[in-house]
């Protein structure tokens, strides 16, 4: 579905067989999420891609990539409990980006919770299974 030049520069275009009046964004080698709705043209009128008066890109959803990675922090510092979560949450905003619904600059974000959050729950597994193993010995 590449019908970019590779030397096109990195921007929102609309990419061939896509809905008419739909833009993408090509990364200069492949084309990034899922087609979005393109400003109408005219006096004042955002770039596309960008939503007015935000400053942020036009998406469906809004990101968690940064609650992934904060509650995968935190998983770490007081609360291997939540662990699970930073992994649940980093995943779904990584679907999120591979459907076009989320903006993807927020990936790398999204994979590091994901990743501490994985590291995080096995942790914690291995945890209760020393635990379980030491109260069964004790008795």
């Given at each position: ?34 087609p ?59 679907n ?18 994901r ?25």
């Open positions: 579905m590449s019908d970019q030049q590779p030397s096109q520069p990195p921007g929102w275009y609309h990419a061939q067989g896509d809905p008419p009046g739909t833009t993408r964004f090509w990364d200069g080698s492949q084309w990034q999420g899922g979005q709705t393109a400003a109408s043209p005219g006096y004042g009128a955002p770039q596309p891609g960008y939503a007015p008066g935000f400053g942020g890109t036009a998406f469906a959803e809004g990101s968690q990539a940064t609650t992934a990675l904060v509650v995968g922090i935190l998983s770490f510092v007081c609360c291997g409990l939540l662990g699970p979560v930073a992994w649940y949450v980093g995943q779904q905003e990584i999120g980006i591979d459907a076009g619904r989320r903006d993807p600059s927020n990936r790398g974000t999204a994979n590091a919770g990743i501490i959050g994985i590291i995080a729950t096995v942790l914690l597994v291995f945890g209760l299974g020393f635990y379980a193993i030491a109260v069964a010995i004790s008795f």
